[in-house]
């Protein structure tokens, strides 16, 4: 089917009418070696199996206990998927998301922040209801009300969801110091790394001292600042290399690298093969 994640985006915003696609049982996500941008609006239920990935650079799966949510843009990488993987999933536009005026909505903020959610059983069966039921809502064609049921039920699933993350706010242990500057900083990356690729800045972002910064982030993960910043810049870079028609020119001035030559150098330092060698390689 749409087996790359901008041909779903594509297709999804190419038909205003008909702005949300159903993810059935056979439809299956590729493994990838690279990562893409998912701009649409998602949410995905395991049927059966695993399924590992990272959302913007962080460890997440889909499996019986774990369901994955995207109301914002993320970069999305899929690692491992078992044989007998199967999910559903209700996709849609972003224009359609507004529509609903769940954008407003607080739950809207947190999934940001956790797009994999864990869920029990009673709430995954619950969800799976839902989906089953507006599955069957879309194949009613005479119901001249057919827009506006569907459209109630996915607020009313995503009203669901909310409680399901305000339980798991509940239930999850508070963030260590170190847990919560990290993800401060993850965030802060999140939206400056195409204009920001100095530790100083971050660390003046958080008022922190540039030392007392560096030493907490490589604690915390393991990592340098600047190792977590580059991987940004990077990620970023492969998406755009393997998902658009976009010159390195381009892409180098859209990451705001001063020319090309420098951006090149900057991406084979740290990926270990040019621009153009990604590009085309499979």
């Given at each position: 089917?749409?087996?790359?994640?901008?041909?779903?985006s594509?297709?999804?915003?190419?038909?205003?009418?008909?702005?949300?696609?159903?993810?059935?049982?056979?439809?299956?996500?590729?493994?990838?070696?690279?990562?893409?941008?998912?701009?649409?609006?998602?949410?995905?239920?395991?049927?059966?199996?695993?399924?590992?990935?990272?959302?913007?650079?962080?460890?997440?799966?889909?499996?019986?206990?774990?369901?994955?949510?995207?109301?914002?843009s993320?970069?999305?990488?899929?690692?491992?998927?078992?044989?007998?993987?199967?999910?559903?999933?209700?996709?849609?536009?972003?224009?359609?998301?507004?529509?609903t005026?769940l954008?407003?909505?607080?739950?809207?903020?947190?999934?940001?922040?956790?797009?994999?959610?864990?869920?029990?059983?009673?709430?995954?069966?619950?969800?799976?209801?839902?989906?089953?039921?507006?599955?069957?809502?879309?194949?009613?064609?005479?119901?001249?009300?057919?827009n506006?049921?569907?459209?109630?039920?996915?607020?009313?699933?995503?009203?669901?969801?909310?409680?399901?993350?305000?339980?798991?706010?509940k239930?999850t242990?508070?963030?260590?110091?170190?847990?919560?500057?990290?993800?401060?900083?993850?965030?802060?990356?999140?939206?400056h790394?195409?204009?920001?690729r100095?530790v100083?800045?971050?660390?003046?972002?958080?008022?922190?001292?540039?030392?007392?910064?560096?030493?907490?982030?490589?604690?915390?993960?393991?990592?340098?600042?600047?190792k977590?910043?580059?991987?940004?810049?990077?990620?970023?870079?492969?998406?755009?290399?393997?998902n658009?028609?976009?010159?390195?020119?381009?892409i180098?001035?859209?990451?705001?690298?001063?020319?090309?030559?420098?951006?090149?150098?900057?991406?084979?330092r740290?990926?270990?093969?040019?621009?153009?060698?990604?590009?085309?390689?499979?």
């Amino acid at each position: 089917m749409y087996n790359t994640f901008p041909k779903i985006s594509e297709f999804i915003d190419s038909n205003e009418g008909h702005s949300f696609l159903i993810w059935k049982e056979e439809d299956l996500f590729p493994v990838l070696s690279y990562p893409a941008r998912i701009n649409f609006i998602a949410i995905f239920i395991s049927i059966e199996g695993v399924m590992e990935n990272e959302i913007n650079l962080q460890p997440a799966l889909i499996d019986d206990t774990h369901i994955q949510v995207y109301t914002h843009s993320h970069a999305a990488r899929i690692l491992r998927r078992s044989d007998n993987f199967k999910c559903v999933g209700i996709l849609f536009s972003r224009k359609y998301w507004e529509s609903t005026m769940l954008h407003t909505h607080p739950f809207n903020a947190l999934t940001r922040l956790r797009p994999c959610i864990e869920v029990t059983s009673a709430q995954r069966k619950r969800l799976l209801d839902f989906y089953k039921i507006i599955r069957s809502q879309t194949q009613d064609k005479g119901n001249e009300y057919n827009n506006e049921i569907i459209k109630h039920l996915i607020i009313g699933m995503f009203y669901e969801l909310g409680d399901i993350y305000k339980e798991n706010i509940k239930k999850t242990p508070k963030d260590t110091a170190g847990e919560a500057l990290m993800s401060n900083f993850l965030e802060l990356i999140y939206k400056h790394y195409k204009e920001h690729r100095d530790v100083a800045f971050y660390a003046r972002e958080l008022s922190l001292s540039q030392r007392y910064f560096t030493t907490a982030i490589r604690r915390a993960s393991g990592e340098s600042a600047l190792k977590w910043i580059e991987k940004y810049v990077i990620l970023e870079a492969q998406i755009l290399l393997k998902n658009t028609d976009m010159s390195i020119k381009e892409i180098a001035s859209s990451l705001n690298f001063s020319d090309t030559s420098v951006f090149c150098k900057y991406f084979k330092r740290i990926s270990g093969m040019s621009p153009d060698t990604y590009r085309y390689c499979k």
